[in-house]
């Protein structure tokens, strides 16, 4: 059979016949900054797989702030740490969530198939590794990384390079985009709420959703619902906090109303501490209000770090979680620790998913128990507009997805 050099974007080779190149969205060490200039379109060559690889025909991918990070080239020079692994490579491939067609499965691939429909989660990890060979979660392994992010090949391109275990079955009754965009932020939220026992979600505890319109509070908020859970969202705007309610959310509070955020005052410094206690406890109190009752949340759902950490800390509940996936706002997260170990409470790093959750996650989507939650579809060349957006804080509710060769 003719294959083509390479194809137009939606122009689809037949099912299994692979071409050389591909169009990608591509962020260069030489173009590090904002996403507006780092991300452009180019033609590469169509990554070859190995032996436990799966090639996937991308139909549609989601934008993620991992990929705002990659173009920034902070707070790692991706492209540098894709060189220690193959020092040819002097791009970075982004997109670490996608939905397309299995085209191609390297020798030791049993599932899936050629031509299967697929999802693709972005827990990526050597499987040979010694610490999960031994029994150890495969995501708190040393050969553990995020694909799309950490390892290369990532959905922004026509063909995007995967490990078999990360293919799951679609959805049937989602569009290719409604699929694509769930699969990093709803299995990490699944991880941060379900994964970190005893704190899993139970019938009835109140958790703390920050960004609770953002791409993992809309799924946050959902699989809290569907726990029994009493979910209560954080926002910066009352349509961001409706939208929360409208998926389920018991209420929200509009973080704009208070200005005790960021690191907290030295304890020290009398005024200054009080008025941030105060800040502090004015912010508890509206947990209060929505739930008509004395009760704090059992769980935090944190991600904004520096600018939300000491009030996560001071909020949870005695013997509570605060279960943290980023700093979005910075690193620097200082509590009052008086009210950590006095009241016992735990504070949780969590870091994407491995294939339990993410299958999990993905049954929760295929149950139609999950809102895939679209804000906006982008096409593949308005990838860099896309991001640019995330970085400057003006994103749609829930998650933009991109259209790769999916019209
Ligand atoms: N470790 C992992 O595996 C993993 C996986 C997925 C994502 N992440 C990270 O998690 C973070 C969030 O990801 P996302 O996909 O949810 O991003 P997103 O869609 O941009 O949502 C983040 C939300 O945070 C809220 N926010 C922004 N500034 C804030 C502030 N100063 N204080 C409190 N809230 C603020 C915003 O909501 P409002 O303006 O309405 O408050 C926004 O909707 C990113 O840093 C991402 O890289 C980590």
Not at 89 to 118: E, M, Q, T
């Amino acid at each position: 059979m003719m294959v083509n050099e390479i194809y137009e974007l939606g122009d689809q080779p037949p099912i299994g016949s692979i071409p050389k190149m591909m169009h990608a969205q591509t962020i260069r060490q030489s173009r590090y900054g904002e996403p507006k200039n780092a991300i452009q379109s180019e033609i590469v060559p169509v990554p070859d797989i190995g032996p436990d690889e799966v090639l996937v025909y991308v139909m549609a991918s989601s934008v993620n702030y991992n990929n705002v990070w990659a173009a920034l080239g902070t707070p790692v020079d991706i492209v540098a740490q894709h060189q220690r692994v193959d020092p040819a490579v002097d791009y970075h491939i982004g997109g670490s969530d996608a939905s397309g067609i299995v085209y191609a499965v390297g020798d030791n691939v049993a599932w899936p198939k050629v031509g299967d429909r697929v999802v693709v989660h972005s827990g990526w990890w050597d499987k040979n590794d010694p610490y999960i060979i031994d029994g150890g979660d495969p995501m708190c392994a040393p050969s553990a990384r995020v694909w799309g992010y950490d390892v290369n090949w990532g959905a922004f391109a026509q063909y995007c390079r995967v490990q078999s275990h990360m293919c799951m079955p679609m959805a049937e009754h989602l569009s290719w985009a409604e699929a694509a965009v769930s699969t990093l932020d709803g299995a990490t939220a699944y991880r941060m709420l379900l994964g970190w026992s005893p704190h899993t979600v139970r019938e009835d505890d109140v958790v703390l959703v920050w960004g609770g319109a953002g791409g993992l509070g809309c799924y946050a908020i959902q699989i809290v619902k569907n726990m029994g859970g009493i979910p209560i969202a954080v926002v910066s705007s009352d349509d961001r906090g409706e939208y929360c309610t409208d998926l389920g959310a018991a209420g929200y509070i509009n973080r704009k109303h208070y200005d005790h955020w960021g690191v907290m005052p030295d304890w020290r410094d009398e005024n200054a501490y009080s008025a941030w206690l105060q800040g502090a406890r004015d912010f508890g109190r509206a947990i209060w209000d929505i739930l008509g009752e004395r009760r704090s949340p059992r769980i935090v759902f944190e991600h904004p770090g520096e600018m939300t950490m000491p009030t996560s800390v001071f909020v949870c509940d005695t013997a509570g979680m605060v279960v943290i996936c980023a700093g979005t706002t910075g690193y620097n997260a200082v509590s009052d620790l008086r009210y950590l170990w006095t009241r016992q409470k735990r504070i949780q790093g969590s870091h994407c998913a491995n294939d339990e959750q993410a299958v999990s996650f993905n049954d929760m989507m295929i149950a139609g128990q999950i809102d895939p939650c679209v804000g906006e579809i982008f096409a593949f060349e308005d990838t860099a507009k896309a991001h640019q957006m995330m970085y400057e804080g003006v994103s749609p509710p829930g998650k933009m997805a991109i259209l790769v060769n999916a019209s």
